[in-house]
Nanobody, 115 residues
Framework: QVQLVESGGGLVQPGGSLRLSCVASRTIFSFSAAYWYRQAPGKQRELVAV???????TYADSVKGRFTISRDNGRNTVDLQMNNLKPEDTAVYYCNANTGGRSYWGQGTQVTVSS
């Protein structure tokens, strides 16, 4: 069993930055890919960024050049640095990891980009 807990969301003005953090209850990110998803009201959950166990990263086109995913195996954390935020980035952001045939999700953290 793995618990994932996200933090770092909040209200920010357009052009601002936030750093989201996901901490796992046990070692998982060193051997499993980690994902950040988001879900805006009335929309489907979408994949934002991925970091695999080797450290390779992939981003949705909508966030390329603005978001950076990183991992700290020693702290069992995966972070999402979000710069130049736009109103369309407003959503609940979720951390996800898969291991042992199971998929684990955090409770989500709200990000609101508004002036």
């Amino acid at each position: 069993q793995v618990q994932l807990v996200e933090s770092g969301g909040g209200l920010v003005q357009p052009g601002g930055s936030l750093r989201l953090s996901c901490v796992a209850s046990r070692t998982i990110f060193s051997f499993s890919a980690a994902y950040w998803y988001r879900q805006a009201p009335g929309k489907q959950r979408e994949l934002v960024a991925v970091i695999d166990y080797g450290g390779s990263t992939t981003y949705a086109d909508s966030v390329k050049g603005r978001f950076t995913i990183s991992r700290d195996n020693g702290r069992n954390t995966v972070d999402l640095q979000m710069n130049n935020l736009k109103p369309e980035d407003t959503a609940v952001y979720y951390c996800n990891a898969n291991t042992g045939g199971r998929s684990y999700w955090g409770q989500g953290t709200q990000v609101t980009v508004s002036s």
